[in-house]
């Protein structure tokens, strides 16, 4: 049988079609493939924990779903939804190939040997996560406040590492935040007024405020002092002319 044009057309609309979902596949989740390739590269995996599950060699769709630590949207779509990679006895830096995991939602990197600060534009590598686990490892540093423009954070554990330095106020403006740590730190000022127990704030250098002893404030209170002491200059003032005026007209009436 011969293949008219309208035939040829469904036949190339059929081609396009099968086509489409590989495209995607190629196009929509090769940063994350990326990603893991990179966090891979940048860490040191001195257990060979990583080595071993984290094999690229023979990519087929969704096969970074079997990862070791790796949550997928779905299973069959390699879109990375969470990274559970506690205690794997990882060394390195805090992995900026998380950039290209760009729909991941949880990072759980607890109880590793990570080490530096937490980096400034955290908030540009891992915007959408929800839950940020880097408990137990050696973060040092400043927490940068930048983490406040990870607005989607409700959980967010940075006990037991090395940080030093104020805990940013801005953390304040995350709304969602419900589990929040910074126990076991060099950390030191006021916790900002975001509600959260004394034990998430236990054992650090000068921390105070909130839930804790109350912060030694000598210049908030020599402002009192001082705000104190023009208001009762106002009124000794006020009542001084009062008296005056008072005598001044009483003598007026008197000694008329
Ligand atoms: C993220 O992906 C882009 C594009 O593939 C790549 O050029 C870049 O180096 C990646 N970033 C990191 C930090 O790995
Ligand atoms: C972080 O969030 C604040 C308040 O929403 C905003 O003003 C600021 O521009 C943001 N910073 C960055 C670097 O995105």
């Known amino acids: 049988m011969l293949l008219t044009g309208r035939d040829l057309c469904n036949v190339f609309l059929a ?7 590989s495209c995607r596949f190629i196009s929509g989740v090769e940063s994350d493939i990326n990603c893991l ?113 990870c607005t989607f954070l409700n959980v967010l554990k940075l006990d037991n590492n090395k940080l030093t330095g104020q805990i940013p106020p801005e953390l304040g403006r995350l709304s969602r935040l419900k589990v929040f740590s910074v126990a076991n730190n060099q950390l030191s000022g006021p916790v900002p007024t975001f509600a959260a127990g004394a034990d998430s704030y236990a054992n650090n250098r000068r921390l105070c405020g909130g839930p804790l002893k109350n912060c030694p404030s000598s210049s908030q209170n020599k402002n009192d002092l001082v705000r104190v002491f023009k208001s009762y200059t106002v009124v000794m003032l006020g009542a001084l002319g009062f008296g005056i005026g008072f005598v001044f007209s009483f003598s007026f009436f008197v000694f008329r």
């Open 37 to 149: 390739r990179s966090i891979k590269a940048s860490l040191e995996d001195p257990l060979d924990m990583l080595t071993s599950s984290w094999d690229f060699s023979n990519p087929t769709e969704g096969f970074i779903c079997n990862f070791q630590g790796i949550e997928c949207w779905h299973p069959y779509e390699s879109r990375v939804l969470n990274i559970k990679l506690a205690d794997l006895g990882l060394k390195g830096q805090f992995p900026r190939g998380l950039v290209n995991c760009t729909s991941l939602t949880g990072l759980d990197l607890s109880s590793n040997s990570l080490s530096r600060s937490i980096p400034g534009d955290i908030h540009k590598l891992i915007p959408y996560v929800m839950s940020l686990d880097l408990s137990s490892n050696s973060f040092s540093g400043e927490i940068p406040n930048t983490i406040s423009n």
């Open 15 to 21: 081609g396009v079609f099968l086509l489409l979902p």
